[in-house]
């Protein structure tokens, strides 16, 4: 699933994609690491896998898109 970056704490490593919809979706630090990511600039393009019911599912990665 693709999403964009919306917010990102580099102390915690977390923070909130949006998806296309314009829902916003928290992310924590192990989704984070779990992606390889050193850093993550607001607006970005990513990659997530989610996990969960559809209106609440939690991001278990979080990597760049790449075309």
């Given at each position: 699933?693709?999403?964009?970056?919306?917010?990102?704490?580099?102390?915690?490593?977390?923070?909130?994609?949006?998806?296309?919809?314009?829902?916003?979706?928290?992310?924590?630090?192990?989704?984070?690491?779990?992606?390889?990511?050193?850093?993550?600039r607001p607006g970005q393009r990513?990659?997530?896998?989610?996990?969960?019911?559809?209106?609440?599912?939690?991001?278990?990665?979080?990597?760049?898109?790449?075309f």
């Amino acid at each position: 699933m693709q999403a964009t970056a919306y917010t990102y704490d580099p102390g915690t490593r977390s923070g909130q994609v949006l998806l296309d919809d314009g829902t916003p979706v928290p992310f924590d630090e192990a989704a984070f690491d779990a992606g390889g990511l050193r850093l993550l600039r607001p607006g970005q393009r990513v990659r997530i896998e989610v996990e969960g019911p559809k209106e609440s599912p939690r991001i278990t990665l979080v990597t760049l898109q790449t075309f």
